[in-house]
């Protein structure tokens, strides 16, 4: 096993990882250990070209009707409140 340690971490992220690991009934060394993996996790599943790749196996999935539905619930969300902008 190899030691990593990490300098100048300031006081307030230290507390957080604390509260965090007790939390989650971890030390805050196991909690590291879960960060590192998780973030190389998810640089791998960037790739390369840093697109996430981690929803890909539901690209296509949706059926005809459920695409409809969809655009139907979110058509709003492209309208432009004028009164926002004033």
Same mark, same amino acid.
């Given at each position: 096993m190899s030691t990593i340690i990490v300098r100048n971490l300031d006081e307030q992220t230290h507390e957080r990882l604390k509260r965090e690991a007790k939390a989650l009934g971890l030390s805050v060394n196991t909690l590291m250990q879960e960060f590192i993996r998780t973030g190389l996790r998810s640089r791998r599943a960037q790739g390369a070209s840093g697109r996430y790749h981690d929803l890909d196996a539901l690209a296509g999935t949706w059926s005809v009707k459920e695409e409809r539905? =969809? =655009?139907?619930?979110?058509? /709003?969300? /492209?309208?432009?409140d004028e009164e926002l902008w004033r």
């Open positions: 539905e =969809f =655009f139907k619930h979110v058509r /709003s969300l /492209s309208e432009i």
